[in-house]
Antibody, heavy 118, light 113 residues
């Protein structure tokens, strides 16, 4: 059974940084592309970033490009999201999601809440 | 960016009846090389992450009941739930994976009338 478990969320001040982690199990992690998707009550679901199997290329949504960095450690079955220069509108639940070979999301974690506020 | 527009925003349907949710993309999301539309439908119940129901616009994910069906091509798509059950109360989202940034519709909240 595929399991994705996010961690690292919390309260951070504007301009601060946070690193999210996602522990994956139940599948051959290194052979699948992975993504981060966030959700806010006001803006719904927003795709944040994606990393292909092997670690490259990576891609980002326009609102986070240049501030967030996605990475993976296939030896530890871990996905990461380094978030810098955080803003209030980055406040959201962040989900780790697995992509299929046909490019839709077939598994999601339970999410971790990031709150950016002073 | 491809904009996904869902309608209606909310929907109330009686148990056993049919629910229809529409999704329109701002660009054609048909992948010519395999003649598949790069569109998925997700169901999100309260307090849970989204769950995929349909991909390639009309292919049901394994384990999804056959009362859920998807149709459409190009820019116009529909999710149909035939014989609504109480457990189908949720928010439904369409999503295009034709090109990055992947984008979602704003969601349709389905309730029981």
């Amino acid at each position: 059974e595929v399991q994705l478990l996010e961690s690292g969320g919390g309260l951070v001040q504007p301009g601060g940084s946070l690193r999210l982690s996602c522990a994956a199990s139940g599948f051959t992690f290194g052979t699948y592309a992975m993504s981060w998707v966030r959700q806010t009550p006001g803006k719904g679901l927003e795709w944040v970033s994606m990393i292909l199997a092997g670690g490259s290329p990576t891609s980002y949504g326009g609102s986070v490009k240049g501030r967030f960095t996605i990475s993976r450690d296939d030896s530890k079955n871990m996905l990461f999201l380094q978030m810098d220069s955080l803003r209030g509108d980055d406040t959201a639940v962040y989900y780790c999601a697995k992509l299929t070979t046909t490019w839709h999301f077939d598994s999601w974690g339970q999410g971790t809440l990031v709150t950016v506020s002073s | 960016d491809i904009v996904m527009t869902q309608s209606p925003h909310s929907l109330a349907v009686s148990l056993g009846e049919r629910a229809t949710i529409n999704c329109k993309s701002s660009q054609n999301i048909l992948y010519m090389s395999n003649n598949k539309n790069n569109l998925a439908w997700y169901q999100q119940k309260s307090g849970q992450p989204p769950k995929v129901l349909i991909y390639w616009a009309s292919t049901r994910e394994s384990g999804v009941p056959d009362r859920f069906s998807g149709s459409g091509s190009g820019t116009d798509f529909t999710l149909t739930i035939s014989g609504l059950q109480a457990e189908d109360v949720a928010v439904y989202y369409c999503q295009q994976y034709h090109s990055t940034p992947y984008t979602f519709g704003q969601g349709t909240k389905l309730e029981i009338k």
